[in-house]
């Protein structure tokens, strides 16, 4: 049987070199470092967002529950 390399075997499964897929390796694990960032920024920002919203403290009458009230 003959030994193929590496380079032959990565080529012929991936359909790319070992190189290229290095590379792309490492562009998918930028992307999704990239994306857990994103997504804590957008938490951030949510928990940003509820911090600065107005609370005095008052009851906020929205009429949901008036058709119990008696």
Do not use: C, W, Y
């Not at 003959?2 to 032959?8: I, Y």
């Not at 590379?23 to 694990?29: P, Y």
């Not at 920024?41 to 008036?66: C, I, T, V, W, Y």
């Amino acid at each position: 049987m003959e030994k193929q390399d590496t380079l032959d075997r990565t080529a012929h499964i991936f359909g790319m070199t070992d190189v290229e897929f290095e590379k792309q390796s490492r562009i998918e694990s930028e992307i999704a470092a990239q994306q857990i960032i994103r997504q804590r920024m957008l938490e951030d920002q949510d928990r940003q967002a509820l911090k600065n919203f107005p609370n005095s403290g008052e009851d906020f009458d929205f009429g949901f529950h008036d058709q119990f009230d008696s």
